[in-house]
C-alpha cells in the first residue's frame, strides 16, 4: 500500500491570512441559541421570530454568563396582546425588543440584572418575580423601573 502525501504550499503572507481568519472564525460573537417559540405572543404562533437579533445576542450572553435557564413570560407581543396585558403603546415587545424573564428570588434577579447591564442593556424594569429587558434605541437609555408601573425598583443597577 502506497500512501501518497499532498503538500499545499501557502507563502507567508498566505499563513498570515489563515491566522486572521482563524481568529475570526475563533472570536466571532456565537449567535443566539435560544428556541423562538418561547418568545411567541399568545394570540400568534410563530411570532418569536419576530425577536430583533441583536437583542436574542444580548440575552444570550445573559444566559451564559449567569449559567441559568432563562425562562421567559413575556417576548414578542402582537399590539392586540399588548393591550390585553397593559402594555404601553409602544412597547418594545411589540418591536421585538423586550422580553420579561422569570426570577424566583432577590439573589437570582440580582444576577440577572448584573449580567444584563454588562451584556449592554440600558433599560430594566424590575418586578417581584421578573425582569424586564429591553433594547429599544428609540426610548430614555440607562434607565430601571419598578413594578407596578411607576414605582422605584428595588435597587437601581445605573446608579
Keep these: 500500500m502506497v500512501i501518497k ?7 507567508g503572507g498566505g499563513v498570515l491570512l489563515v491566522v486572521i481568519i ?16 418561547d418568545f411567541d405572543s399568545p394570540d400568534s404562533s410563530g411570532s418569536g421570530k419576530k425577536m430583533d437579533s441583536d437583542f436574542l445576542n444580548m440575552l444570550w450572553k445573559v444566559q451564559q454568563a ?8 413575556s417576548g414578542f407581543r402582537t399590539g392586540r396582546h399588548n393591550r390585553k396585558v397593559g402594555g404601553v ?5 411589540t ?13 437570582m434577579r440580582r444576577r ?4 444584563a447591564k454588562k451584556a449592554g442593556f440600558k433599560r430594566i424594569g424590575l418586578g417581584r418575580t421578573f425582569v ?6 428609540d426610548k430614555r437609555q440607562y434607565v430601571a423601573w419598578g413594578y407596578p408601573s411607576g414605582t422605584k425598583p428595588p435597587f437601581n443597577p445605573f446608579a
Design 112 to 115: 440577572v440584572v448584573q449580567e
Design 66 to 73: 449567569t449559567q441559568l435557564p432563562l425562562k421567559i413570560n
Design 5 to 11: 502525501r499532498k503538500w499545499i504550499y501557502i507563502g
Design 89 to 93: 403603546a409602544n412597547s418594545a415587545h
Design 132 to 137: 424586564h429587558l429591553d433594547s429599544d434605541p
Design 22 to 37: 482563524g481568529t475570526f472564525l475563533l472570536v466571532r460573537p456565537k449567535p443566539h441559541r435560544f428556541d423562538l417559540s
Design 95 to 107: 418591536k421585538g425588543m423586550a422580553a420579561d424573564i422569570a426570577v424566583t428570588d432577590d439573589t
